[in-house]
């Protein structure tokens, strides 16, 4: 499993709320994966996902 937060990120800060094991602020104010495998919070991350307003968290198999 694949985690990507594309460039259009509008630092809402919501993913990090939702999965703070997985997602975290950049100093640039943007949220980015902090972890390499993140498959143990794919619950979590589907979540996240569905609650970004921008919809720019990309989970590939
Ligand atoms: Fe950015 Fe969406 Fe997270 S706007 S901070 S990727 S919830």
């Known amino acids: ?3 990507k937060i594309n460039e259009s990120c509008i630092g ?3 993913c990090v709320t939702i ?3 997985v997602f975290k602020m950049s100093d ?6 902090s ?3 993140p498959t143990n919070f ?3 991350i ?3 996902k569905n609650s970004c307003p921008v ?3 990309e989970v590939t198999e």
């Open 1 to 3: 499993m694949k985690v």
């Open 12 to 14: 809402c800060g919501m």
């Open 19 to 21: 999965c703070p094991n």
């Open 28 to 33: 640039e104010g943007v949220a980015i994966v």
């Open 35 to 37: 972890v390499e495998n």
């Open 42 to 44: 794919e619950t979590e």
């Open 46 to 48: 589907n979540e996240a």
């Open 55 to 57: 919809q720019v968290i």
